[in-house]
C-alpha cells in the first residue's frame, strides 16, 4: 500500500481562512481565480519569534526501504502537496507492509508516522519525482523530517484568522502559505509562522475542508500545529 491523495498535476485549493469559497489554481484562470492570485501575492509570511521554534526541533533522518517488486505495498499514504512537498498521513500498524516491518524493528524517533515530512526520495526532492519514485522503485531511500506537535490557541471573536492556505480534496491537514500583516494571528501573537501544517483543529482530526468548518465562526480556536524548523 502506498498511495497519495495529491498528484502535482492535481488543481490545488488555495484559501483565504474565513473568507470564503477556496479558489482552484488552475492552468486557465477566471477573473475571481486572478483576484484570488493578486490576494496571495500581498499576503506576507509572519515573522515573528515563535516560542515552539525556539526549542531546536531539527530531527531529520534516513529511511532505507526495499521490496520484492512494485506490486508489493509500502503500506503509507502521502499527502503531496505540488511545489510545497509530501507529508505521511497514514501508516499501516500491522501486517506484512515494507514501512510496517520497518517500524517494528527502528527506533521509536526513527519511525515513519503521520505528520512527518518526506524530504526527498532517491535523492528528488520535487512532490511529483518523489511520487515517481516511490510507485516505480523497489528501493527506496527517504530523508524524514519530524515535526514538532503542539497546540496554540487563537482568540478570534469571529474574525478571519488572515491565513492563507494549501490544501487538497482528499487532504487531512492545511498548510499555512503565508499570514496577512493584519491578521488575527500576528495581532494576538498566536504561535502561528508560514510553514506550518495545522493538523487538528479543537482537537477533531479530519479531511481538510472538516477542518476549515471547524474554524469558522467561533469566537476562540486552538490548533494542533506539526513544524519543522530549520
Known sequence: MFSTCCMAAEPVEVERMGSGAPAKAQQT?????????????TTRPHQATSSAASQGWRSRFEVRLKRSSVEDKWGMVLEVLPNVGAFVTTVQPEGDFVVTKYNRQAAEDRRLAPH????????YTAPSDMSKQLQNSVEATLLVRKPMIFDTKVATNGQPMGLTLHHIEAGHG??????????????????????DRIVKVNGRA?????????????PEV???????TV
Open 29 to 41: 484562470r477566471s477573473a475571481a481565480q486572478a483576484s484570488q492570485q493578486e490576494a496571495l501575492s
Open 116 to 123: 512527518d515530512r518526506i524530504v526527498s526520495v532517491n535523492g
Open 174 to 195: 492545511l498548510y499555512v502559505e503565508g499570514i496577512a500583516s493584519d491578521s488575527v494571528i500576528t495581532k494576538t501573537g498566536a504561535d502561528v509562522v508560514a510553514g
Open 206 to 218: 479530519g479531511k481538510s475542508k472538516e477542518l476549515l468548518e471547524e474554524v469558522r465562526g467561533k
Open 222 to 228: 486552538v490548533l494542533t500545529v506539526a513544524r519543522i
